[in-house]
């Protein structure tokens, strides 16, 4: 069961969130607090004061809230559902608030894309939908460790300048099989995959869109040529 035991430290820190602007510090201390000090159920406490910001605050402050809002509502396990049920107005207000945030756009091409993944991240979350949406975050490295979703064996896709494919894990590039990854057209991309294209053309983030061809297209195993979606793979790992 999840209960409100926040120490007197972590409410003052809640108690300066304001509407007419939070000082960045106090942000940080609130990560450190509710992130990386408290049980993540627990610190999902904080998700009306979040969720007030989110409505309401300057625009900095109100991508802040959504940011930390979705971080500790993904790492609630195993306490999410009664948390969303608690929180569930909340949630509704992030989760519009967010929406806003993307489909604002981007201010120019490929800029901010942490920003942008780490917004779609908190999307997913708070409509409780792809839960291995944090793995996102890794297009940015143009590389995400991946299994096979037949055999699972371990691979490392690339989807870079460097080339987009599948290939054993751990060892340098030029020593191993490498296996091309298809990028799906985009025009027939469906469900997730379409709708996280539409959201990244109209954030202007034109590499994210590129590679979410591939993460929703077709790639080989490289240990026993199974053929895959990359984002199922995703969705099938631990
Ligand atoms: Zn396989």
Known sequence: MVVNRFDPETLVLLGRLSIAGT???VWEELWNELYHRHDSAVACAALPELAAIAAGGVPGDRYRAVSLAGALLAAADPYTAEIRDRYAEDICALLTEVGSELAA?????????????DRVHAMLTFEDAAGWSHRLLELVEAELEIECPVCWAAMTMHI??????????????DKVT?????????????????????????GRQ???ARQLTFLFGHAVCTENGHEFTPADALAAMP
């Open 105 to 117: 756009g981007g201010p120019a091409i490929d800029s901010e894309p942490v920003v942008f993944l």
């Open 160 to 173: 870079g300048a460097s080339g987009s494919f599948t290939c054993t894990s751990g060892y340098p590039l």
């Open 23 to 25: 000082d960045s510090a």
């Open 206 to 208: 034109a590499t994210i």
């Open 178 to 202: 490498k296996r091309q990854l298809i990028p799906a057209n985009p025009d027939q991309l469906t469900g997730l995959g379409a709708r996280l294209r539409r959201l990244a053309v109209a």
